[in-house]
Antibody
Framework: EVQLVESGGGLVQPGGSLRLSCATS????????MGWVRQAPGKGLEWVGR??????????EYAASVNGRFTISRDDSKNSLYLQMNSLKTEDTAVYYC???????????????WGQGTMVTVSS | DIQMTQSPSSLSASVGDRVTITCRAS??????LLWFQQKPGKAPKSLIY???SLQSGVPSKFSGSGSGTDFTLTISSLQPEDFATYYC?????????FGPGTKVDI
């Protein structure tokens, strides 16, 4: 069974840092692109960023709202994805989901499997 | 950035109804479109990828269509477990963007 489990959320002060983890199982992690999506309380979904796989040099893409503050990394030996969040702002308060891409017909289609999410609260 | 809009923003329907949700992109995205279902307090669930391909395990009452800028998600016969919020998302270009959601309730 494919599973994604996020951890590392919590309460942090504005300007602080937090590192989220996404532990995966049930599939060949190293083959897949992975991503992060967030959802502020009572709001819609917001794409945060994407990590390509080793075959595509682990390159990353970010939303403008987090670019330069957030960093996505991965450890294929641990089947894990990470989101390092620095210079946090109150508007970063959200549930953060990690999600796997589906590779089909030669294309990486985002977000076929999601984790349960982890809550990040940025407040003084 | 590509802007995604959805209509309606909410709708009320009954069990057994056929429901159609529309998603529109501000630029041509070919068929690089996803549909998700989200229930309160739960993670989104992927329903459709590439505009019309059903994700594994998703019942065939869900169907997607469209290409270019206009897309639809149809639920052929609404069941109690289908009451949720539905989102579309484009992945033609970065940044990926979601629609604002359509809430389907009783």
């Amino acid at each position: 069974e494919v599973q994604l489990v996020e951890s590392g959320g919590g309460l942090v002060q504005p300007g602080g840092s937090l590192r989220l983890s996404c532990a995966t199982s049930g599939f060949t992690f190293s083959d897949h692109y992975m991503g992060w999506v967030r959802q502020a309380p009572g709001k819609g979904l917001e794409w945060v960023g994407r990590s390509r796989n080793k075959a595509n040099s682990y390159t990353t893409e970010y939303a403008a709202s987090v670019n330069g503050r957030f960093t996505i990394s991965r450890d294929d030996s641990k089947n894990s994805l990470y989101l390092q969040m620095n210079s946090l702002k109150t508007e970063d308060t959200a549930v953060y989901y990690c999600a796997r891409d589906l590779f089909a017909s030669g294309i990486h289609h985002p977000f076929d499997i999601w984790g349960q999410g982890t809550m990040v609260t940025v407040s003084s | 950035d590509i802007q995604m809009t959805q209509s309606p923003s909410s709708l009320s329907a009954s069990v057994g109804d056929r429901v159609t949700i529309t998603c529109r992109a501000s630029h041509d995205i070919s068929n690089y479109l996803l549909w998700f279902q989200q229930k309160p307090g739960k993670a989104p669930k992927s329903l459709i990828y590439a505009a019309s391909s059903l994700q594994s395990g998703v019942p065939s009452k869900f169907s997607g269509s469209g290409s270019g800028t206009d897309f639809t998600l149809t639920i052929s016969s609404l069941q109690p477990e289908d009451f949720a919020t539905y989102y579309c998302q484009q992945y033609k270009s970065y940044p990926f963007t979601f629609g604002p959601g359509t809430k389907v309730d009783i």
